[in-house]
């Protein structure tokens, strides 16, 4: 029957202009949901996804089968996600490092108060005592001149250690963070992973996981992989962090050297194994370069301090004894440094004399050479102070120069992850047109099946609207 | 292909980066240096520890040098004035031994010569600023004392060690020598054969006195000989001094090579890195706010 198959076509219309309404009211909340979310970091842009549906054949009569919204789709590249999150903990690290030796090498600059400034002062001071050796303001320049130099040598040492022990509080608190991250993550994951067995993108439940880990990695260095319960994510050396929905707690722990050891759910410590992030960084200064330098900050106090009291121990004093030690130092020669005094009390006891007379300035000249002559490390005192200026100089230096490097390269990374996932403004308002026209066309097609709807129910009744 | 649209972090990050050549360079002119911290130039920083030590051991020994040239000079002067003192005590004594002289004639000579004794025993007891220059390195009393027990009736009261002042990296200048070796020198025995001299023209006797007057010659030869040391001191701490004023030249232009900036070079660099930053904020300025909404006409 002819007529009831035209019936059919008009409710078919009206069926598909309504699928086309829902379809494009779906549309237009993807784009409302992108453009809220367009400076929410770690959001990820959302397109629907929309096919057509199969055209029914029935009586040969063949007609549309309208439109469907399957639900909408996150555009995210994994890949570059792995290598952001590998470029974030490298520059992380980095950044730390490069912080704490920019804090460091302040000490090492000359400011006047520095121990190059002060070996200078001791040197000029001992020199003008070879002219004036029965002077007492000569004399007590000599003593105050090495008061100031084991005072360089103590702020130096100090300043070390004090960003030492910075860096090992940041240790614990890094630690506790990781532990908050991991956990959130762990719960983050099982939803993903529920989601993607019922076959559905992981959305924005992916995407604040995806956040949290870039979060994560720059705490320390990840590694990141797939698999079917979700994400495993451990750290560099593959201790477990998160793997599923289960989390592994790090623990912090003080060693026998006094400092916090980072510590496996097992309690294996993985202190030594850890890189990247600001745990890396904060370890590696820690445990590596502070120690490097207060080493040879140590060797150079305690060599000159012997080297300068054999010369003392060549002469005497202006009371005609045999020159007693000018400094003394711990006798472990470890923390020298920090613990250089200088031992006499009275300028009179500093070993000017050669001959016991106090108008010699024999051993002025023994006392000069201390400063000048190398040490049994090889070098003088100011070459071996020098080359740590140097290697201060050279580590910061490079510290910033890799962190620059590598934030050009993380700079293109989300360059390009922002290509893809990034939420375009004039994108969306091209896409809000478009759905818009779509949902007035849609519209448009409700109203006039309605009326066709009206005018053939109206045909026997001969009234006229 | 799709570009990022988030251009923020990129502008942001250039901008923070041309903000901070500007922050670089007005540091740069400010201090008037360009290695204020080690990590600017490591090599330059480490440099500067050996530049330091050495300008300010520089400082010293130049500050050294003009001590010592006014104590040698000082020592030098006193030997010229016992120089002139013991020729005129060779002239007395010639003048006392020819015979023609009564014994009033040869005492007021002796008292000439005792007179000389004196003024001598006074040089040999010169002080610089309180150092007594002639005692060894008894610096502190006057090496010269009178003594009813010593022939010469002096005693020296120094020793026969010397001091040597820095004036250079392993170079040391000998500032003195011991008196025994200028005035009671054992062959030349200044004091000694003025005082023989004295006695012998208190006693008349002609041949003691000629005996006495070449003894003071031997000892005016020895005197002589002794100051050219003085003389060569001089001249070596002249060319010291000359040697340390270049030095310092040399010091004060490798510390500006190394740690110092080039106004010229730095004020340049500053307005480009001004110019730079004010484009990179102008091109923020106008690209930020620009999106399809701007262009788009809102319907009624």
Known sequence: MPDITAMGGLNTSLFIGVQALEVSQGALNATSNNIANSNTAGYVREIPEISENPETVSSGVVSGGGVSLNGLQSVRDELLNLQIQQQTSAQSSADTESSALEDIQTNFSSSGSDIASAFSAFSSSLAQLSADPSSTSAQAGVLSAGQNLAGAFHTTANALTTQQSAMNTQVTQTVAQINSLSTQIAQLNGQVAQLTAAGKDGGTI?????????????????????????????????????????????????????VQHV???????????????????????????IPSYLTQLNTLASQFASAFNAAQAKGYDSNGKAGQNFFSVPASGAGAAAGISV??????????????????????????????????????????????????????????????????????????????????????????????????????????????????????????? | MRVNPNMVPDILADMQQSQSAVNIALQEV????????????????????????????????????????????????????????????????????????????????????????????????????????????????????????????????????????????????????????????????VLGSLSSLVTALQ???????????????????????????????????????????????SLTSQQSSLVDVDEAQAATDLSQAETANNAAEAAAAKVLPQTLLNYLVPTQ
């Open chain 1, 263 to 289: 510590l496996d759910s097992n309690g294996t410590d993985i202190t030594t194994t850890l890189q990247g992030g600001q745990l890396g960084g904060a370890i590696q200064i820690r445990d590596q370069v």
């Open chain 2, 30 to 189: 400010a201090t008037g240096k360009k290695v204020t911290v080690p990590s600017d130039n490591p090599a330059a920083a480490a440099d500067m520890v050996q530049n330091t030590l050495e300008t300010a051991n520089v400082d010293q020994y130049t500050q050294n040098v003009s001590t010592m040239l006014s104590m040698v000079q000082t020592a030098d002067s006193s030997l010229g004035s016992v120089v002139t003192s013991l020729t005129q005590a060779i002239s007395l004594g010639t003048e006392g031994a020819n015979g023609t002289n009564n014994t009033s004639n040869l005492q007021a000579i002796a008292s000439q010569v005792q007179g000389i004794l004196q003024s001598v025993v006074a040089q040999a007891n010169t002080s610089y600023q309180g150092t007594y220059l002639f005692g060894g390195t008894e610096t502190s009393s006057a090496p010269y004392t009178a003594s009813s027990s010593s022939s010469s009736g002096y005693t020296y009261n120094g020793n026969s060690d010397v001091n040597s002042v820095a004036v250079g990296d392993d170079m040391n200048v000998q500032l003195n020598l011991p008196g025994s070796q200028i005035f009671s020198n054992s062959n030349a025995d």
């Open chain 1, 343 to 465: 031992s006499i009390t009275d300028p009179s006891q500093i070993a000017i004399s050669s001959d016991g007379t106090s108008g010699s300035n024999g051993n002025v000249a023994n006392l000069s050479a201390a400063l000048t002559n190398a040490l049994p490390s090889g070098q003088t005192p100011s070459q071996a102070y020098a080359n740590l200026v140097f290697q201060v100089g050279n580590d910061t230096s490079n510290a910033s120069a890799q962190s620059t490097a590598i934030g050009q390269n993380l700079t293109q990374l989300t360059n390009q992850q922002g290509s893809v996932s990034g939420v375009s403004i004039d994108e969306e308002t091209t896409n809000l047109i478009r759905y818009q026209t779509a949902y007035e066309a849609a519209a448009r097609i409700v109203s006039t099946i309605q009326q066709l709807g009206t005018v053939t129910l109206d045909m026997g009744s001969g009234q006229s609207y």
């Open chain 1, 206 to 258: 992916e995407d604040q996981r995806d956040e949290l880990v870039q979060q994560l990695s720059q705490l320390t260095g990840v590694s990141v992989t797939q698999s079917n319960d979700g994400e495993v994510i451990t750290t560099g050396n593959g201790t477990p962090l998160v793997m599923g929905s289960q989390s592994y707690s790090l623990q912090t722990t003080t060693g026998s050297d006094g």
């Open chain 2, 203 to 249: 006693s008349g006797n002609a041949t003691a006195i000629g005996t006495a007057t070449t003894a003071v010659s031997a000892a005016l030869s020895n005197v002589s000989q002794q100051r050219v040391f003085y003389g060569n001191a001089e001249s070596q701490l002249n060319s010291q001094e000359t040697a340390l004023q270049q030095e310092t030249v």
